[in-house]
């Protein structure tokens, strides 16, 4: 198909490969850093994975100070508290190491310590952003692809407890290092949950209405590495290390395709959703999109066909619309394989709290609904999914 509109496409400088962060002291030395600080999260670090980390830029001759206090979701209060770290000790070098929400924490310190007349209001309202303090990104994880994007996201705990989405291209790390060593030991559930936000990503980019013939590139790729890559590596990702490779590759290339088509209603739905739930992102996605999916069949049935077949569903002899219905089978049978949720009422949510998640939905993200979606989603029709979700 041929875009509408000009595309802009924007892919980091990224090394990929098994043992890539061995590479990371070279990589660093081209930045001339005078002072480096590491990102991430108590659970990476637990891990070992900053010892990894730390090899290479001390053989390289650097030294690097750890900042391990990450949280779900960006919390604003680390945030700022990283911010000030940034500041006050001079850091002009960052490496997030982590999950998605470590990776939008350096983010959004880093634009914040660039500038000190920005605030956190700023970012969210959609203040013009001049600078942001360099930053390298290493994902720990196969999931969020937020290596590769201009948004980030951010929890304003000190206010609503509402997470906020901002853009800017002084998101964009300066480098990237995917290597799946790094993924290798992640346990069985959470090798499935960002497996599965990969996987919505690809499938929702690949249907939306801004899709494009350079978006579907990036998301046909993923949805195929993550249909053939995810049960092995959740069943024994130590040793599959080909399967880890492949769902990194998959997670970086779903939010590519993301990034220039945008995504459908299940990553709308979610939001509220998952601050009821208490579940991880992408258990949330997870759960509500085969009944987006069912929703949004009707606006484009070739393309879920097209899905259905990438995910390894047999469709040859069927009419178009039941190709396309057996998209919804292949993910629910993911989901199965996986043990995780497909209800609502598995995890928690009542009839009764659904008006409340709908009234949320529609003040706060009709506009990227009407946006991406390909299909309009009234406030009843938001309601009917929840409720067939139950």
């Given at each position: 198909m041929v875009s509408s509109e000009v595309l802009s496409v924007v892919v980091p400088q990224t090394l990929f490969g098994v043992g890539a962060t061995g590479k990371l002291g070279e990589l660093v030395r081209g930045f001339s850093p005078t002072k480096i600080l590491i990102v991430t999260d108590p659970g990476v670090e637990s891990a070992g994975l900053i010892d990894v980390v730390q090899t290479p830029l001390v053989a390289a001759g650097f030294k690097a100070d750890v900042f391990a206090r990450c949280g779900v979701e960006a919390p604003v209060t680390v945030i700022e508290e990283l911010r000030q770290k940034i500041v006050s000790e001079k850091y002009d070098l960052l490496i997030g190491v982590g999950g998605g929400s470590t990776m939008d924490t350096t983010k959004a310190a880093g634009v914040l310590a660039a500038d000190a007349s920005l605030t956190v209001r700023d970012l969210i309202d959609g203040k013009p952003i001049g600078a942001s303090i360099r930053k390298v990104m290493i994902p720990t994880t196969a999931g969020?692809?937020?290596?590769?994007?201009?948004?980030?996201?951010?929890?304003?705990?000190?206010?609503?407890?509402?997470?906020?989405?901002?853009?800017?291209?002084?998101?964009?790390?300066?480098?990237?290092?995917?290597?799946?060593?790094?993924?290798?030991?992640?346990?069985?559930?959470?090798?499935?949950?960002?497996?599965?936000?990969?996987?919505?990503?690809?499938?929702?980019?690949?249907?939306?209405?801004?899709?494009?013939i350079v978006s579907d590139m990036f998301a046909t790729t993923a949805i195929k590495l993550v249909a053939e890559s995810l049960r092995p590596a959740f069943a024994k990702g130590g040793l599959n290390i080909e399967d880890r490779y492949n769902l990194s590759i998959a997670a970086s290339a779903a939010m590519a395709a993301g990034s220039v088509a945008g995504v459908g209603v299940a990553h709308f739905l979610n939001v509220a959703l998952g601050k009821k739930a208490q579940i991880s992102h992408g258990s949330t996605v997870a759960l509500l999109l085969p009944y987006v999916m069912e929703f949004n069949l009707v606006s484009n049935p070739a393309k879920f066909a097209e899905v259905a077949t990438l995910l390894g569903e047999e469709t040859c002899g069927l009419s178009?619309?039941?190709?396309?219905?057996?998209?919804?089978?292949?993910v629910r049978r993911l989901l199965t394989d996986f043990g995780m949720p497909q209800t609502l009422s598995e995890v928690g949510v009542t009839e009764a709290d659904i008006p409340e998640l709908v009234d949320e939905l529609m003040t706060y993200q009709s506009f990227p609904i009407a946006f991406m979606n390909p299909r309009d989603v009234s406030a009843k029709d938001a309601t009917n999914i929840y409720l067939s979700a139950l």
């Open positions: 969020t692809g937020s290596e590769w994007s201009s948004a980030a996201v951010i929890t304003l705990d000190t206010e609503d407890g509402r997470t906020y989405p901002y853009f800017t291209d002084k998101n964009y790390p300066d480098a990237v290092i995917i290597d799946p060593e790094l993924t290798k030991n992640l346990p069985a559930k959470a090798t499935a949950h960002t497996g599965m936000d990969a996987l919505t990503h690809a499938i929702e980019a690949y249907t939306c209405c801004r899709a494009s178009l619309m039941d190709a396309a219905r057996q998209s919804v089978v292949a």
